[in-house]
């Protein structure tokens, strides 16, 4: 793995100047920004800017694609970082996943429960965090349950024996103004507490709209390019 000098003093530039960027979201929003946690998202970034990010400080980072994000956690095995799992996930990668996430934040129908439940009783280790991805459009290709379904999927993670109720994630819909699209987010979030008041999470937010997610309490936010620099693909 080769961590060259020039990058490590990029990331930590851009990793200040989001840093920064959070604290003034959440002055703005008047929250403290201790109560937010920044989910550095590596995806299509190799394994060395992920080592270089954890001795920078990073202790929490995401992924899209099991077979990349499981590449990664092997190469690096360093047990102070947490690896959160963002991508739509098909069901026959739960087992996979269960193996090196921490948590999942896009669990979004029973079937993905059972199979992360499952898989997590057999390896063992902490219950895994499930975080209810919700649907703030209605677009099924980009995942997530509808609203009014929420209260009945918190239920099952709720009683699923290796899985831990996290709390809500959500995506900004394209083309919304996402001060409109996580609106929604604090009453999501109480249906949520109302199955299990410690399922106070909310993870929202990327790198174009995070002062926007703050405003509506995220305490998660998932944050790629602002840090890592633009990706050469769509994701
Ligand atoms: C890629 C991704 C992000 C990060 O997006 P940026 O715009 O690069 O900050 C956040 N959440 C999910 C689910 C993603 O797939």
């Known amino acids: 793995m080769t961590l060259t000098p ?137 995942g997530g349950v509808e609203p009014k379904d929420l209260p009945a999927l918190a239920e099952e993670v709720a009683a699923a024996p290796a899985l831990a109720l996290g709390g809500v994630m959500a995506v900004a819909p394209l083309g919304q103004d996402p001060r409109r699209a996580f609106e929604v987010l604090p009453a999501l979030s109480a249906t949520v507490r109302s199955v299990d008041p410690a399922a106070g999470w909310i993870s929202a937010g990327m790198s174009s709209d995070l002062e926007a997610a703050l405003a509506w309490g995220a305490t998660h936010l998932r944050v790629g390019s602002a840090i890592l620099g633009r990706r050469p693909t769509v994701q």
Request: charged share 25%.
């Open 6 to 142: 020039s990058r490590a003093a990029e990331l930590e530039a851009a990793l200040a100047a989001v840093r920064t960027r959070i604290a003034a979201g959440a002055r703005e929003a008047g929250r403290s920004a201790d109560e937010v946690t920044l989910v550095v998202v590596t995806k299509t970034y190799p394994a060395s800017d992920v080592e270089l990010l954890a001795r920078l400080g990073v202790r929490d980072v995401a992924e899209n694609r099991d077979q990349e994000a499981s590449g990664k956690a092997e190469a690096l095995a360093r047990a102070d970082l947490a690896w959160h799992f963002v991508g739509q996930l098909q069901t026959n990668k739960a087992r996979s996943v269960a193996r090196y996430a921490a948590c999942v934040h896009s669990v979004d129908r029973p079937s993905l429960v059972a199979a992360l439940s499952r898989a997590r009783a057999e390896l063992g280790g902490p219950p895994l965090r499930c975080l209810l991805q919700v649907s703030l459009d209605g677009d099924p290709r980009r």
